[in-house]
């Protein structure tokens, strides 16, 4: 047998090299793009999720005023303010203050590997010039900072808005034409 016959019966070692420098390329692209689609699917869950509680929580404001006796004027209860909030339901049996439980099923907040809260949430509720029976309401859902800062919202995830009007009146109410004694009809 000649050299020249077995060299080119098979791959020489600088062949081998490239091919296996080759692969490790490829397998490397696979995994940081199955790296990067891992934490898009995790970011988009937390955008979703945070749109549904933000909806809730509308939801649930909407449904205090509308077809009942509440005036409007008790929206103004549920603002935040300029803090967050790691509650993320309107419901008073879960946001007493007390015994607040952001980890309650109607809250669904999801505690964190350092034990803090998931997500913050922030209720603005702002009065409307010249309707004294709406209010505007702006609902914003964050990822939290990090374990290091818990209370501090990171990424905002969703934020919604609305006007929420009553037919119930800011005042007492009031009989029209004179007032009725008894004995007159």
């Given at each position: ?22 692969l490790a ?114 609902i914003k ?30 005042f007492p ?13």
């Amino acid at each position: 047998m000649s050299v020249k016959k077995l060299s080119q019966a098979g791959f020489n070692l600088v062949e081998l090299m490239i091919a296996v420098g080759i692969l490790a390329g490829l397998s490397s692209a696979v995994m940081m793009a199955r790296s990067y689609m891992a934490k898009q699917t995790v970011s988009t869950n937390d955008k979703a999720y945070a749109t549904q509680k933000a909806i809730q929580m509308f939801e649930e404001l909407k449904a205090l005023v509308n077809g009942s006796e509440n005036s409007v004027n008790v929206l103004d209860n549920y603002s935040d303010g300029t803090n967050y909030n790691p509650i993320l339901t309107t419901d008073t049996t879960v946001n007493n203050g007390v015994t607040a439980n952001a980890g309650n099923a109607l809250s669904g907040n999801k505690p964190t590997q350092g034990g803090a809260w998931r997500y913050l949430r922030q209720i603005q509720v702002n009065h409307v010039a010249n309707d004294a029976y709406t209010r505007q309401i702006i609902i914003k859902v964050w990822l939290y900072q990090s374990d290091a800062n818990p209370t501090l919202p990171g990424t905002l995830l969703s934020e919604i808005g609305g006007n929420l009007r009553t037919i119930a009146s800011t005042f007492p109410p009031h009989t029209g034409h004179g007032c009725l004694r008894a004995g007159h009809q």
